[in-house]
């Protein structure tokens, strides 16, 4: 772009641009100008476009085949998400993060089979509460209480400070029929971060099923 505009000064300074046919050209060559720059704009402006924009020049990155996948699951469109995480994992599969996450694609397309399957392999290169607090959330999702509530044990046992932990184990605690249980867990998430919103959404939810019972 800026070699076209070096291109356009040299042509002001060389002809008399009042006359028809440079004006005209002018006039070609800033339409040409402005299209360009409307594209890369959009490209710029819009995340999936930025990213497939970057994977169609450099297809072999493990990081541009990461980031494009998580503009897709970002957008909601998962299923488009998981090829691309799929190729940055061929790419580099070393990295924890991106199996956690392929897992949460899975878990977006209501595969929970496999969204577990990657969670677990992403916890085998490196344990986070991160990564344990997905897999008992996806538990938890599925309807197996145990299961989610051994991983969001070892969530809480990696790192006591990671909130979502608390949030995960309360919405399991509610999903059984344990209002008072689930209430102690959203004020112990909201006791480390007073701001996490859906802690606050649920404690609300949770008093009032218990205030129901009383």
């Not at 998981?82 to 899975?106: C, I, K, M, N, V």
């Not at 509610?174 to 404690?203: C, M, S, T, W």
Request: with cysteine; charged share 25%.
């Amino acid at each position: 772009m800026i070699g076209l505009l070096f291109i356009v000064l040299e042509l002001l300074r060389r002809v008399d641009v009042r006359q028809p046919r440079w004006m005209m050209a002018l006039a070609a060559v800033l339409l040409i100008a402005a299209a360009a720059t409307h594209s890369r704009n959009y490209v710029w402006s819009d995340k999936v476009a930025l990213w497939e924009d970057t994977v169609s020049k450099s297809p072999n990155k493990a990081r541009v085949q990461f980031q494009l996948a998580q503009a897709y699951y970002e957008s909601n469109d998962c299923a488009k998400a998981l090829p691309h995480y799929e190729r940055s994992a061929q790419l580099d599969p070393r990295d924890d993060r991106l199996f956690t996450d392929w897992g949460l694609a899975y878990d977006c397309v209501n595969q929970p089979d496999q969204a577990v399957a990657k969670i677990r392999h992403a916890l085998n290169l490196k344990p986070t509460a991160h990564g344990y607090s997905q897999l008992g959330m996806i538990f938890g999702k599925n309807g197996k209480y145990a299961e989610a509530l051994e991983a969001l044990a070892m969530a809480a046992k990696i790192d006591p400070n990671f909130d979502m932990t608390y949030v995960y184990r309360g919405d399991v605690h509610l999903e059984a029929g344990d209002p008072a249980a689930a209430v102690q867990d959203f004020r112990h998430a909201l006791a480390i971060n007073p701001r996490n919103q859906p802690a606050l959404r649920d404690l609300a939810l949770a008093e009032s099923r218990l205030g129901n019972r009383r």
